[in-house]
Nanobody, 113 residues
Framework: VQLQASGGGLVQPGGSLRLSCAAS????????MGWYRQAPGKKRELVAR???????TYGNFVKGRFTISRENAKNTVYLQMNALKPDDTAVYYC????????WGQGTLVTVSS
């Protein structure tokens, strides 16, 4: 099973980015798909998670700025991030629960002027 994340980059404060993560390989019965992030010197934390029934959970810091969605036919999860702040700078990892837990390689998001 492989998770390929994309969409990170450099953005100015207040800007937007859309992350994508596609799961491929021998994978079936995906339950949760989600995004975590880890900033330098900090622990990895949940950004957002979505179940197969489209139930969502967000980290407290999101405060309505991010939206997670998934496209089941493509085993893909998206994270639309708006109103980005410098504190959102981190490596963002996608995560899939399908019997086992799988992690993507991470994509760097840098919010800076």
């Amino acid at each position: 099973v492989q998770l390929q994340a994309s969409g990170g980059g450099l953005v100015q404060p207040g800007g937007s980015l859309r992350l994508s993560c596609a799961a491929s390989g021998s994978i079936s019965g995906i339950a949760h798909m989600g995004w975590y992030r880890q900033a330098p010197g900090k622990k990895r934390e949940l950004v957002a998670r979505i179940t197969r029934n489209d139930s969502t959970t967000y980290g407290n810091f999101v405060k309505g700025r991010f939206t997670i969605s998934r496209e089941n036919a493509k085993n893909t999860v998206y994270l639309q991030m708006n109103a980005l702040k410098p504190d959102d700078t981190a490596v963002y990892y996608c995560n899939v629960l399908a019997g086992s837990i799988y992690w993507g390689q991470g994509t760097l998001v840098t919010v800076s002027s």
